[in-house]
């Protein structure tokens, strides 16, 4: 019998590693299974709660992708395990052998221990179409006029832009002082939250919430914050974070730590088993889960491949048209380090320098020509002598690269 390569999961890391791996190996059997009805991008998932796009519209590969690249493809099939001494992953109704198996199953939201919040019926996360189609559906059953969400993240920015697009009002409740925590300081911070306010939103900062008013059809009709206020809301959406998605792992021997645990290679601790994407834990974004999923690929085909990029602090945010790019550190993490702002009517940019090197960036308002950046932090390029003579804001591509952005040399040849 030949067996096929499996790969569990049909988002950006699992996709990436099925496109690398019919590259490599045109004449293998190729298998993919997922929960996933559609293959769907989560970063376009508040588009279609906004109502801007419906399923198809969030796909990130073209129509025939399976067609084409000749993939079977299980849709909707959950795997329940894997047994890795006989190599064959269990399924609900039966099991798929595999030659080589790649997991990539993402991340699950979790759901805080406040009372009533892991019971009641309209309670939701953020992370799959399911859960987007979901609230799209209580929103048109209740009538929905009032969300409460909890977390002011990425995730929970999206949400709220998404229902305010609808005429749904948001309240906002952030642990942290300010929006964005991870991805801004106090003054970038400010710029995001008075636009969301502006539109409506309400936000609840430094604040938590500790109790739920549930009613005889165990629906949540009020979450009570721990200063004593009640806030009504026709449901909650849960977007204060996420784990990876390992759970159906157990007894399979794979080892897990916080995700999956993988070397450089990104093979598992069992033989033929390799894992990519948000579930090692390693990062949290789509171009590294994708990077993770050719190189695992790679490595599936015997190819050896390693992924050094874990530098994950990379965020590109884009609200009510406000862009930002924030890199690595959005505060001093130790002593000695150099704090640069440069701050005008509808721009602020900010970096933080310790012992020559570039730690952390943020650029809010204009993000133009502000790639090499990443380059430099990841680099840990040192920088001390570039800004004696000049500010360090205008650092360009030119004074590391020879050119500039355009790929027009800066200097004569
Ligand atoms: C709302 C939202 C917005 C985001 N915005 C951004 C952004 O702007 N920029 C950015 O870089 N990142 C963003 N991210 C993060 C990004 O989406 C993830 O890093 C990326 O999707 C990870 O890819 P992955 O392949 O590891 O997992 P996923 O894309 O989550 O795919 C997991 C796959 O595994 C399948 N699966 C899970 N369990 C099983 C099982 N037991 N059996 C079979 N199949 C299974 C699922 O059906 C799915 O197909 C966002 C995430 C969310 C939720």
């Known amino acids: 019998m030949v067996r096929p390569y499996v790969i569990i999961g049909t988002g950006a890391a699992g996709m990436a590693a ?18 996933d009805e559609y293959s769907h991008s989560r970063c376009m998932l508040h588009k279609f709660l906004g109502g801007e796009r419906d399923e198809k519209g969030l796909s990130f590969v073209s129509d025939d992708f399976f067609e084409k690249n000749r993939i079977m493809w299980g849709k909707g099939q ?33 759901i805080p221990p406040i009372p009533g919040f892991r019971t009641a019926a ?8 399911s859960d987007a189609q979901k609230m799209d559906a209580a929103i048109r059953e209740l009538d929905a006029k009032h969300v409460f969400i909890v977390g002011s993240g990425l995730v929970g920015l999206d949400v709220a832009y998404a229902l305010m697009e609808r005429g749904v009002k948001v ?28 539109a409506g939103a309400r936000f609840k900062l430094g ?40 759970a159906f792992l157990e007894g399979s021997g794979i080892r897990t730590g916080r995700g999956i645990e993988v070397d450089g290679y990104m093979r598992t601790s069992e033989p033929d088993v390799f894992a990519a994407g948000d579930v090692t834990a390693l990062s949290g974004i789509w171009p590294n889960a994708m990077d993770q999923g050719r190189i695992a690929a790679a490595n599936m085909c015997g190819q050896e491949q390693k992924y050094t990029d874990t530098f994950c602090v990379k965020n590109t945010i884009n609200f009510f048209g406000l862009t930002m790019l924030s890199v690595g550190e959005v505060e001093p993490k130790e002593e000695g380090s150099e704090i640069f702002v440069r701050e005008c009517k509808n721009a602020y940019q900010k970096v933080i320098v310790r012992d020559g090197v570039v730690k952390g960036v943020q650029f809010e ?19 001390s002598e570039k800004i004696k003579d000049k500010s360090v804001f205008e650092l360009g591509y030119g004074d590391f690269y020879g050119m500039d952005e355009m790929g027009e040399y800066t200097y004569s040849v």
């Not at 009020?222 to 026709?234: T, Y």
């Open 171 to 198: 309240t906002i409740a952030e642990m942290a002082t300010r929006v964005l925590p991870l991805q801004t300081d106090e003054v970038s911070a400010k710029a995001y939250q008075e636009l969301f306010e502006k």
């Open 207 to 246: 604040i938590g919430a500790s109790d739920s008013v549930v009613d005889e059809r165990n629906r949540i009709t009020a979450v009570k914050m721990s200063n004593g206020e009640e806030v009504p809301c026709d449901f909650v959406v849960c977007a204060a974070g996420v784990r990876p998605n390992v």
């Open 365 to 383: 308002g204009d993000i133009s020509h502000t790639g090499f950046w990443q380059y430099l932090i990841k680099n840990e390029i040192d920088v």
């Open 122 to 129: 309209n309670v939701f996360g953020f992370r799959d179409l």
């Open 18 to 35: 099925a496109e690398r791996l019919r590259l490599l190996k045109p004449d293998a059997l190729i298998q993919m299974m997922s929960v």
């Open 78 to 110: 959950a795997a329940k395990g894997i047994d890795t001494k006989e190599k064959r992953v269990l399924m609900e109704d039966g099991y798929q052998p595999y030659e080589k198996l790649l997991i990539a199953t993402g991340s699950v939201y979790g």
